[in-house]
Protein backbone atom coordinates (compact mmCIF):
# COMPACT_ATOMS: atom_id res chain seq x y z
CA UNK A 1 0.00 0.00 0.00
CA UNK A 2 1.36 3.65 -0.88
CA UNK A 3 0.63 6.76 0.33
CA UNK A 4 1.50 10.23 -0.78
CA UNK A 5 0.80 13.36 -2.08
CA UNK A 6 1.51 14.21 -6.44
CA UNK A 7 3.06 18.06 -6.35
CA UNK A 8 4.33 20.07 -8.88
CA UNK A 9 7.61 20.92 -8.02
CA UNK A 10 10.07 23.83 -9.22
CA UNK A 11 12.72 23.48 -10.86
CA UNK A 12 15.42 25.42 -13.44
CA UNK A 13 14.36 25.79 -17.13
CA UNK A 14 15.06 22.76 -19.34
CA UNK A 15 15.03 20.39 -16.74
CA UNK A 16 11.40 19.34 -17.21
CA UNK A 17 10.09 17.24 -14.58
CA UNK A 18 7.45 14.39 -15.44
CA UNK A 19 7.12 12.90 -11.65
CA UNK A 20 7.90 13.86 -8.40
CA UNK A 21 5.97 11.83 -5.50
CA UNK A 22 6.68 11.61 -1.49
CA UNK A 23 5.34 8.07 -0.16
CA UNK A 24 5.49 5.69 2.76
CA UNK A 25 6.08 2.24 1.87
CA UNK A 26 4.16 -0.11 3.83
CA UNK A 27 4.29 -3.42 1.74
CA UNK A 28 7.08 -4.77 -0.39
CA UNK A 29 7.08 -2.28 -3.24
CA UNK A 30 5.09 0.82 -4.57
CA UNK A 31 4.16 1.45 -8.11
CA UNK A 32 4.21 5.17 -10.06
CA UNK A 33 3.32 6.05 -14.01
CA UNK A 34 4.44 7.85 -15.54
CA UNK A 35 4.02 9.53 -19.31
CA UNK A 36 7.12 9.37 -21.88
CA UNK A 37 8.08 9.54 -25.42
CA UNK A 38 9.83 7.76 -27.90
CA UNK A 39 13.49 9.09 -27.57
CA UNK A 40 13.53 11.01 -24.82
CA UNK A 41 16.41 10.70 -22.26
CA UNK A 42 15.00 10.69 -18.26
CA UNK A 43 16.86 10.18 -14.91
CA UNK A 44 14.49 8.27 -12.30
CA UNK A 45 15.99 8.44 -8.88
CA UNK A 46 14.53 6.85 -5.51
CA UNK A 47 15.69 8.10 -2.18
CA UNK A 48 15.03 7.42 1.51
CA UNK A 49 16.10 8.07 4.69
CA UNK A 50 14.94 4.73 6.44
CA UNK A 51 15.99 1.68 3.83
CA UNK A 52 17.72 0.87 1.45
CA UNK A 53 16.13 0.98 -2.44
CA UNK A 54 15.39 -0.87 -5.27
CA UNK A 55 14.16 0.58 -8.42
CA UNK A 56 12.84 -0.77 -11.78
CA UNK A 57 11.66 0.70 -14.98
CA UNK A 58 8.53 -0.63 -16.91
CA UNK A 59 7.51 0.05 -20.17
CA UNK A 60 4.24 0.33 -21.34
CA UNK A 61 3.71 -3.46 -22.03
CA UNK A 62 5.31 -4.40 -18.32
CA UNK A 63 8.11 -5.48 -19.75
CA UNK A 64 11.43 -4.96 -17.63
CA UNK A 65 13.97 -2.36 -19.38
CA UNK A 66 15.89 -1.51 -16.15
CA UNK A 67 16.67 -2.00 -12.40
CA UNK A 68 19.32 -0.55 -9.95
CA UNK A 69 20.06 -1.03 -6.39
CA UNK A 70 22.81 1.49 -5.39
CA UNK A 71 23.51 4.37 -7.03
CA UNK A 72 26.44 7.00 -7.03
CA UNK A 73 28.16 6.00 -4.20
CA UNK A 74 25.38 5.57 -1.73
CA UNK A 75 22.21 3.53 -1.03
CA UNK A 76 19.51 4.91 -3.13
CA UNK A 77 18.84 4.19 -6.57
CA UNK A 78 18.86 5.82 -9.62
CA UNK A 79 18.28 4.69 -13.74
CA UNK A 80 19.21 7.19 -16.67
CA UNK A 81 17.19 5.51 -19.66
CA UNK A 82 16.13 6.35 -23.13
CA UNK A 83 12.37 5.59 -23.73
CA UNK A 84 12.31 3.51 -26.80
CA UNK A 85 8.59 4.56 -27.22
CA UNK A 86 5.98 6.78 -26.32
CA UNK A 87 3.23 5.90 -23.72
CA UNK A 88 2.93 5.00 -19.50
CA UNK A 89 5.95 3.96 -18.10
CA UNK A 90 5.53 2.45 -14.63
CA UNK A 91 8.65 2.62 -11.90
CA UNK A 92 8.96 0.48 -9.06
CA UNK A 93 10.12 0.98 -5.52
CA UNK A 94 11.20 -1.03 -3.57
CA UNK A 95 12.82 -2.19 -0.32
CA UNK A 96 15.40 -4.71 -0.33
CA UNK A 97 15.05 -5.33 3.39
CA UNK A 98 11.64 -5.86 2.96
CA UNK A 99 11.05 -2.92 5.62
CA UNK A 100 9.50 0.14 5.14
CA UNK A 101 9.28 4.14 5.47
CA UNK A 102 9.00 7.62 3.56
CA UNK A 103 10.77 7.56 0.13
CA UNK A 104 11.01 9.98 -2.45
CA UNK A 105 10.60 9.23 -6.40
CA UNK A 106 11.57 12.01 -9.21
CA UNK A 107 11.17 11.23 -12.95
CA UNK A 108 13.21 14.31 -14.69
CA UNK A 109 14.77 14.82 -17.84
CA UNK A 110 18.25 13.65 -17.99
CA UNK A 111 21.42 15.94 -18.16
CA UNK A 112 24.45 15.90 -20.20
CA UNK A 113 25.64 15.35 -17.11
CA UNK A 114 23.81 12.47 -16.02
CA UNK A 115 23.71 10.14 -19.36
CA UNK A 116 27.38 10.84 -19.47
CA UNK A 117 28.10 9.42 -15.60
CA UNK A 118 25.66 6.66 -15.95
CA UNK A 119 27.54 5.47 -19.01
CA UNK A 120 30.60 5.32 -16.94
CA UNK A 121 29.17 3.52 -14.17
CA UNK A 122 27.38 0.99 -16.87
CA UNK A 123 30.99 0.63 -18.68
CA UNK A 124 33.00 0.09 -15.46
CA UNK A 125 30.16 -2.80 -14.32
CA UNK A 126 30.76 -4.27 -17.78
CA UNK A 127 34.45 -4.39 -17.56
CA UNK A 128 35.36 -1.55 -20.61
CA UNK A 129 37.73 0.80 -18.40
CA UNK A 130 38.56 2.82 -21.24
CA UNK A 131 35.48 3.61 -21.83
CA UNK A 132 34.41 4.74 -18.43
CA UNK A 133 37.47 6.53 -17.83
CA UNK A 134 36.24 8.62 -21.47
CA UNK A 135 32.48 8.89 -19.88
CA UNK A 136 33.78 9.60 -16.40
CA UNK A 137 36.11 12.61 -17.87
CA UNK A 138 33.40 14.15 -20.07
CA UNK A 139 30.92 14.27 -17.14
CA UNK A 140 33.50 16.11 -15.13
CA UNK A 141 33.98 18.59 -18.22
CA UNK A 142 30.01 19.14 -17.82
CA UNK A 143 29.90 19.62 -14.09
CA UNK A 144 32.91 19.41 -11.80
CA UNK A 145 30.67 19.53 -8.39
CA UNK A 146 30.05 16.31 -7.81
CA UNK A 147 32.11 14.46 -5.55
CA UNK A 148 31.05 10.76 -6.83
CA UNK A 149 32.40 11.31 -10.43
CA UNK A 150 35.86 11.92 -8.88
CA UNK A 151 36.01 9.29 -6.77
CA UNK A 152 34.46 6.73 -9.91
CA UNK A 153 37.36 8.29 -11.70
CA UNK A 154 40.52 7.85 -8.89
CA UNK A 155 39.28 4.67 -8.68
CA UNK A 156 39.09 3.48 -11.97
CA UNK A 157 43.00 5.03 -12.69
CA UNK A 158 43.77 2.74 -9.64
CA UNK A 159 42.68 -0.44 -11.24
CA UNK A 160 44.03 0.38 -14.65
CA UNK A 161 47.14 1.36 -13.68
CA UNK A 162 49.35 -1.84 -13.23
CA UNK A 163 52.75 -0.25 -12.28
CA UNK A 164 51.89 3.28 -11.22
CA UNK A 165 54.42 6.20 -13.51
CA UNK A 166 54.63 9.38 -11.44
CA UNK A 167 52.33 11.22 -13.22
CA UNK A 168 49.69 8.11 -13.35
CA UNK A 169 49.73 8.58 -9.78
CA UNK A 170 49.59 12.09 -9.22
CA UNK A 171 46.19 11.94 -11.70
CA UNK A 172 44.98 9.70 -8.95
CA UNK A 173 46.02 11.58 -5.62
CA UNK A 174 44.22 14.68 -7.17
CA UNK A 175 41.01 13.00 -8.31
CA UNK A 176 40.77 11.79 -4.72
CA UNK A 177 41.85 15.16 -3.18
CA UNK A 178 38.90 16.50 -5.43
CA UNK A 179 36.34 13.91 -4.26
CA UNK A 180 36.89 14.63 -0.37
CA UNK A 181 37.20 18.51 -0.59
CA UNK A 182 33.89 18.11 -2.54
CA UNK A 183 32.42 15.73 0.00
CA UNK A 184 32.93 17.94 3.07
CA UNK A 185 31.82 20.50 1.66
CA UNK A 186 28.09 18.85 1.26
CA UNK A 187 28.90 18.02 5.29
CA UNK A 188 29.76 14.12 4.23
CA UNK A 189 32.69 13.57 6.49
CA UNK A 190 32.24 10.32 6.78
CA UNK A 191 32.99 9.29 3.28
CA UNK A 192 35.05 12.17 2.76
CA UNK A 193 37.22 10.35 5.93
CA UNK A 194 37.00 7.08 4.17
CA UNK A 195 38.90 8.36 1.17
CA UNK A 196 41.39 9.95 2.79
CA UNK A 197 42.58 6.85 4.16
CA UNK A 198 42.30 5.21 1.12
CA UNK A 199 44.48 7.94 -0.52
CA UNK A 200 46.74 7.62 2.82
CA UNK A 201 47.64 4.28 1.04
CA UNK A 202 48.09 5.41 -2.07
CA UNK A 203 50.95 7.64 -1.07
CA UNK A 204 52.53 5.07 1.68
CA UNK A 205 55.63 3.87 -0.47
CA UNK A 206 56.41 0.58 -1.00
Avoid at 65 to 93: C, E, F, H, M, Q
Wanted: glycine residues 6%.
Amino acid sequence: MLSGALFLPVYPAGAQTLLEQEGTLRSAEGEHNFSGEAGQSVIITLTSPDFDTMLTLLDPTGAELAYNDDYARNLNSAIVYTLPTSGTYKVIARSISGTGGSYEVVVADATAYDQAYFRGVAARQEGNYEAALAAFDEAIQLDSSNPAVHLDRADLLYALAQQLQPEEREAIVQSYQRAIELYEQAGDTENAQLIREQLMYLETPY
